[in-house]
């Protein structure tokens, strides 16, 4: 059965003729009969061509905290319109969002805009190795950090088979096109297991320039660092002078105003923010401090964007951190969160599954399989199957989450107490009958 209506399908067809598989994106294409094409969202929904409603959990992988079409960002972003977003000079807008986004990352002695999360990691990373003068970065499997060159080894896509002997692993190239030489930049480790670390920096600490991490693992069930290991990765890179940048891309703004760093009170050297940021609209920032602001201050570390900190974007960011920074959005999310996990939880031992809710509850996962999985290896015995079935079984009764499990689930504070109660009965519903084996 398709998750397409008539004129849903119709519109993919014109999709597919004027893009390529008819996304602009490759996470979009489900499949010819299962892409959907939206018209519009709703606070916590969205609505597609033929008219149907979803809760939506998707939010456009994760942009999406305050709500769809939240009025006080639309409104600021008209008005930021109508004054013309571009000018090749800073702009008033950029600078009242700056002092809003420094308010809440009160950790950071500076900052720059730019447009999206590949950008920010991009310019985050050239800026660790033109300041430390070394070449070499760890990253941690199953961990994403935008489509750029240097970051696209081992990403939640890799084969388990392919990711080597997790005490000698084996960066897995997630791209053809990638020059093979790359490789030999990047060292890609297990995420939570700080001994492997230290062996890397006991063996060449003084060519490490950056550890990149993202402090949750946000694009693989979201599993949460284990105690000591955040610290542990500050500790190492104090030591040997690396930098420690935290990818906040899909936590910054979403699991606390001020992101991981508030969150588990580790202070990174460099941060990278898009999503939640700007509710939706195309914004990101490098946030900093230290030898690193100087880094830029001085000039001769390259970091330029015809667009970036445009008039639209900084509306949007500062209309949004001014709701994040009453407190209120984030309770409310992390309300929602809890209870879904809860219930999701509840539904799965009723049913008698295996499996769990993982993460934070503003960006969880489930992980259908035995054990309490705490790293992208460990997550072999998840039954991918199982989990797509009842997602697209979800999709079909209008509760959309990403039915691929790797991808969390992102709450917005838009979501309501019936969306969880209609999100949960539909889960147990689909669930049994995906269990069952019965017939979409
Ligand atoms: C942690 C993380 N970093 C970077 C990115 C790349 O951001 P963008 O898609 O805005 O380029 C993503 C995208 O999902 C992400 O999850």
Same mark, same amino acid.
């Given at each position: 059965?398709?998750?397409?209506?008539?004129?849903?399908?119709?519109?993919?067809?014109?999709?597919?003729?004027?893009?390529?598989?008819?996304?602009?994106?490759?996470?979009?294409?489900?499949?010819?009969?299962?892409?959907? !094409?939206?018209?519009?969202?709703?606070?916590?929904?969205?609505?597609?061509?033929?008219?149907?409603?979803?809760?939506?959990?998707?939010?456009?992988?994760?942009?999406?905290?305050?709500?769809?079409?939240?009025?006080? !960002?639309?409104?600021?972003?008209?008005?930021?319109?109508?004054?013309?977003?571009?000018?090749?000079?800073?702009?008033?807008?950029?600078?009242?969002?700056?002092?809003? +986004?420094?308010? #809440?990352?009160?950790?950071?002695?500076?900052?720059?805009?730019?447009?999206?999360?590949?950008?920010?990691?991009?310019?985050?990373?050239?800026?660790?190795?033109?300041?430390?003068?070394?070449?070499?970065?760890?990253?941690?499997?199953?961990?994403?950090?935008?489509?750029?060159?240097? +970051?696209?080894?081992?990403?939640?896509?890799?084969?388990?088979?392919?990711?080597?002997?997790?005490?000698?692993?084996?960066?897995?190239?997630?791209?053809?096109?990638?020059?093979?030489?790359?490789?030999?930049?990047?060292?890609?480790?297990?995420?939570?297991?700080?001994?492997?670390?230290?062996?890397?920096?006991?063996?060449?600490?003084?060519?490490?320039?950056?550890?990149?991490?993202?402090?949750?693992?946000?694009? #693989?069930?979201?599993?949460?660092?284990?105690?000591?290991?955040?610290?542990?990765?500050?500790?190492?890179?104090?030591?040997?002078?690396?930098?420690?940048?935290?990818?906040?891309?899909?936590?910054?703004?979403?699991?606390?105003?001020?992101?991981? #760093?508030?969150?588990?009170?580790?202070?990174?050297?460099?941060?990278?923010?898009?999503?939640?940021?700007?509710?939706?609209?195309?914004?990101?920032?490098?946030?900093?401090?230290?030898?690193?602001?100087?880094?830029?201050?001085?000039?001769?570390?390259?970091?330029?964007?015809?667009?970036?900190?445009?008039? +639209?974007?900084?509306?949007?960011?500062?209309?949004?951190?001014?709701?994040?920074?009453?407190?209120?959005?984030?309770?409310?999310?992390?309300?929602?969160?809890?209870?879904?996990?809860?219930?999701?939880?509840?539904?799965?031992?009723?049913?008698?599954?295996?499996?769990?809710?993982?993460?934070?509850?503003?960006?969880?996962?489930?992980?259908?399989?035995?054990?309490?999985?705490?790293?992208?290896?460990?997550?072999?015995?998840?039954?991918?199957?199982?989990?797509?079935?009842?997602?697209?079984?979800?999709?079909?009764?209008?509760?959309?989450?990403?039915?691929?499990?790797?991808?969390?689930?992102?709450?917005?504070?838009?979501?309501?107490?019936?969306?969880?109660?209609?999100?949960?009965? !539909?889960?147990?519903?689909? !669930?049994?009958?995906?269990?069952?084996?019965?017939?979409?």
């Amino acid at each position: 059965m398709s998750l397409q209506g008539a004129k849903t399908a119709e519109w993919f067809d014109r999709a597919y003729a004027a893009l390529i598989n008819g996304v602009s994106s490759q996470f979009r294409y489900w499949g010819d009969d299962d892409t959907i !094409v939206i018209d519009h969202g709703e606070a916590g929904h969205v609505i597609d061509m033929d008219g149907k409603r979803y809760i939506d959990y998707q939010l456009g992988f994760g942009p999406i905290i305050l709500g769809h079409g939240e009025p006080s !960002v639309v409104a600021a972003v008209v008005d930021a319109a109508s004054a013309g977003p571009s000018f090749a000079m800073t702009q008033r807008r950029e600078i009242e969002a700056a002092e809003k +986004v420094r308010e #809440a990352l009160s950790w950071a002695e500076g900052m720059r805009f730019t447009n999206t999360g590949t950008e920010a990691t991009m310019h985050a990373i050239r800026l660790a190795r033109g300041v430390t003068g070394r070449d070499i970065v760890i990253k941690f499997e199953g961990q994403y950090h935008g489509v750029h060159d240097y +970051v696209m080894f081992s990403t939640a896509g890799a084969p388990p088979e392919g990711l080597g002997s997790r005490f000698r692993p084996v960066p897995w190239q997630s791209s053809s096109g990638i020059p093979d030489s790359i490789r030999t930049y990047i060292r890609t480790l297990p995420y939570n297991d700080l001994e492997l670390v230290q062996k890397v920096f006991r063996n060449e600490g003084n060519r490490i320039a950056a550890v990149i991490v993202e402090p949750t693992l946000g694009n #693989a069930f979201g599993f949460m660092p284990v105690d000591g290991f955040l610290e542990g990765l500050r500790d190492l890179c104090d030591e040997s002078g690396a930098a420690l940048i935290f990818d906040e891309v899909k936590t910054g703004f979403r699991i606390a105003t001020g992101g991981a #760093a508030e969150y588990f009170g580790v202070v990174p050297d460099i941060g990278t923010y898009a999503k939640a940021l700007g509710n939706g609209f195309p914004v990101a920032a490098i946030a900093t401090r230290g030898e690193m602001v100087e880094g830029w201050r001085k000039g001769g570390i390259a970091q330029a964007g015809t667009y970036s900190g445009n008039g +639209v974007a900084a509306a949007a960011a500062k209309a949004t951190v001014e709701q994040l920074l009453t407190g209120e959005p984030l309770a409310r999310v992390e309300k929602v969160g809890r209870s879904l996990m809860e219930g999701i939880d509840r539904v799965l031992s009723d049913v008698s599954l295996e499996g769990m809710a993982t993460g934070h509850p503003a960006m969880f996962s489930i992980y259908f399989g035995e054990g309490t999985p705490k790293e992208f290896r460990d997550t072999k015995g998840h039954d991918s199957e199982l989990y797509e079935d009842v997602i697209f079984r979800m999709i079909g009764k209008g509760v959309m989450p990403c039915p691929d499990a790797l991808e969390p689930w992102f709450v917005c504070a838009a979501h309501t107490d019936e969306d969880v109660a209609k999100t949960l009965e !539909v889960f147990q519903e689909s !669930v049994s009958e995906a269990r069952d084996g019965s017939t979409k």
